[in-house]
C-alpha cells in the first residue's frame, strides 16, 4: 500500500469547544461485530451477529472522567497504533454499581463517548475495550470519593471513529442507545 501524503493543514479554529465528557455508552461486544462506515460520515450503523447491539448509558461524575487517544507509534517496526483510555468515576459504593464493573470486567465491550461538544466516538471498534485497572474506596474525609474509578483501554490500528449523530437513537424511557444501520 502506498504512503499517503499531507494534502492540508489544520487551522486554530473557533473558540467555541469544550473539554470534557457528558457521559458513556457500554455494550458487550459480539464476536461477529459489523461496524458501517463511509468517509464522509464517520459511523453510520452497528451490529453484532446479525442483530442491533443496544449500549447501557454510564454517567459519571460531573467533570471527573475523560476519553484520551494516545499514540503508540515504533519507529524502528514502522508501525502505527492507538491506545484509547476511558476513565470514569462513580459515587457511592454500592452493590449494584459494584456488580455492574464486575460484568464489565468479564467482556469485551465496545464504549461509545458522547463529549460536551455533542459528538459521539466508539471506541474499541475492532478488538473490543476492556476493564485495565481501577479501584474502589471509601476516602478518609468527608468530602473524598466514596465510590468506584475505572479505567477501560483498548488498543487500534485506526484512531476512534466518529459517530454520525442522525443514525443515534437514544430511548427516553431507559436512557439505553441504539446505533441504527
Known sequence: MACTTITQGISRGCR???GGVYQFYIATRPINTVVYTDN???ITGI???GTEIMFYP???????????????????NGTVGYEQVVTMIF?????AKANNIKMIAQNSM???????????????????????GGNSGTGK???DLNGYNITLTAMEGDQASQINFDNINIDST???LEVMA
Do not use: R, W
Open 16 to 18: 467555541d469547544n469544550a
Open 40 to 42: 464522509i460520515n464517520g
Open 47 to 49: 451490529e453484532g451477529d
Open 58 to 76: 454510564f454517567i459519571p461524575n460531573k467533570n471527573s472522567s475523560d476519553f484520551t487517544e494516545n499514540y503508540q507509534v515504533s519507529l524502528e
Open 91 to 95: 459515587s457511592k459504593m454500592e452493590v
Open 110 to 132: 465496545l464504549v461509545i463517548i458522547k463529549d460536551k461538544n455533542g459528538n459521539f466516538f466508539l471506541m474499541g471498534e475492532n478488538d473490543g475495550a476492556e476493564l485495565s
Open 141 to 143: 474525609v468527608l468530602t
Open 174 to 176: 431507559d436512557g439505553t
